[in-house]
């Protein structure tokens, strides 16, 4: 009798452990959220530099959803870097016909990881137009 008991209450107490594992787990974030985190929070910390429109690029990403890819390059420290950033949610902000070859633009990096670096973001913008 006792050990019916025992066993009852183990079990009960491994479906309440389970059920708040359930309810209190991170829910996980998407790209984007991952993405828009990124920018605000260069757009907080990040240095400004000089670089270059590369190029603007349209490409279909592995989800079938098309991206617009704004392509620049930069120098930091002797470093050149050349890199994308996806601006496909924030085209509200920019022209993108008038992103040619050659615009001059400031670009905002990370003074550790001066490869992490973005031209525009919701609350700034680097594009010289």
């Given at each position: 009798?006792?050990?019916?008991?025992?066993?009852?209450l183990v079990?009960?107490?491994?479906?309440?452990?389970?059920?708040?594992?359930?309810?209190?787990?991170?829910?996980?974030?998407?790209?984007?959220?991952?993405?828009?985190?990124?920018?605000?929070w260069?757009?907080?910390?990040?240095?400004i530099?000089?670089?270059?429109?590369?190029?603007?690029?349209?490409?279909?990403?592995?989800?079938?959803?098309?991206a617009?890819?704004?392509?620049?390059?930069?120098?930091?420290?002797?470093?050149?870097?050349?890199?994308s950033?996806?601006?496909?949610?924030?085209?509200?902000?920019?022209?993108?016909?008038?992103?040619?070859?050659?615009?001059?633009?400031?670009?905002?990096?990370?003074?550790r990881?001066?490869?992490?670096?973005?031209?525009?973001?919701?609350?700034?913008?680097?594009?010289?137009?």
């Amino acid at each position: 009798m006792i050990s019916f008991r025992l066993y009852t209450l183990v079990v009960g107490a491994i479906g309440i452990v389970f059920a708040a594992y359930v309810l209190l787990r991170r829910k996980p974030r998407s790209a984007d959220e991952v993405e828009h985190e990124r920018r605000t929070w260069l757009n907080t910390v990040g240095r400004i530099t000089d670089g270059t429109v590369i190029d603007v690029q349209e490409i279909t990403m592995a989800t079938n959803r098309p991206a617009t890819m704004l392509i620049y390059q930069y120098d930091v420290a002797g470093v050149s870097y050349e890199a994308s950033q996806d601006v496909t949610y924030l085209r509200q902000w920019i022209n993108l016909h008038s992103c040619r070859l050659g615009l001059p633009t400031s670009v905002k990096y990370d003074a550790r990881n001066p490869g992490n670096s973005m031209v525009i973001a919701e609350g700034w913008m680097g594009l010289r137009q």
